[in-house]
């Protein structure tokens, strides 16, 4: 299974709710990352997770709480959203530290298809 | 921050023609990667070039590294209508997990 699956597909929230996304692999990849894409840009890298452990913050906002409850699945809780975190958010998975290169896997990353988030 | 530039932001051209993609960077890295991703959806990997390598094929793809320019090319040969997507570069270098800086991109459209 070399797919990395993200719900919902779509999300539209007010600047009060709480939501989350999920984004669940199989391939026993241990590095997890969360992507913001704003339209007609590049990914903008926002955490990254290593062996279910947070090893980067890009700075981002208090109201994304990124969450890897295990493995396979990686979550990130919305609260008190904005406007302008509207865009599509992207998971990927990779092979990490001493399994990929163990494996002689090159570091390549798979991504999901997003969740297109709209905060009205 | 964005390391990569991509140009050019926009190509155009008629089906079965060859498509040429630039990146350039400005920091040292441990490879290059090239990513397409079709409209509003997830990036796809198409190639990764490592820092000691100057020249790689997959299929239809030719990619070239040239580290002392900072600089990489992505040919796509004998376009297809399939392939009009845009085309990210993104250069890695290992600071625990692996961390991706795209490029700007290049939006290519395959004209039937």
């Known amino acids: 299974d070399t797919e990395v699956t993200q719900t919902p597909k779509h999300l539209v929230m007010g600047m009060t709710n709480k939501k989350s996304l999920k984004c669940e692999q199989h391939?026993?990849?241990?590095?997890m990352y969360w992507y913001k894409q704003k339209a007609k840009k590049p990914p903008e890298l926002m955490f990254v997770y290593s062996y279910e452990k947070l090893s980067i913050n890009e700075s981002v906002p208090s109201r994304f709480s990124p969450e890897c409850p295990n493995s396979s699945l990686l979550n990130l809780h919305l609260h008190a959203l904005q406007p302008e975190d509207s865009a599509l958010y992207l998971c990927?998975?990779?092979?990490?530290?001493?399994?990929?290169?163990?494996?002689?896997?090159?570091?390549?990353?798979?991504f999901g298809p997003g969740t297109r988030l709209t905060v009205l | 921050s964005q390391q990569g530039e991509e140009d050019p932001q926009a190509l155009s051209i008629q089906e079965g023609e060859n498509a040429t993609m630039n990146c350039s960077y400005k920091?040292?890295?441990?490879?290059l990667q090239w990513y397409r991703q079709n409209s509003g959806r997830g990036l796809v990997h198409l190639i990764l070039?490592?820092?000691?390598?100057r020249e790689k094929h997959s299929g239809r793809l030719r990619v070239t590294l040239d580290t002392s320019k900072k600089s990489s090319s992505l040919l796509i040969t004998a376009s297809r209508a399939a392939d009009t997507a845009s085309y990210f570069c993104?250069?890695?270098?290992?600071?625990?997990?692996?961390?991706?800086?795209f490029g700007q991109g290049t939006r290519l459209t395959i004209n039937p």
């Open positions: 070039i490592r820092s000691n390598e």
């Open positions: 920091t040292s890295i441990n490879n």
């Open positions: 391939m026993g990849h241990r590095a």
């Open positions: 990927a998975s990779s092979q990490e530290g001493f399994a990929r290169l163990a494996g002689g896997h090159d570091n390549e990353q798979f």
């Open positions: 993104a250069t890695g270098r290992l600071q625990g997990a692996q961390k991706l800086v």
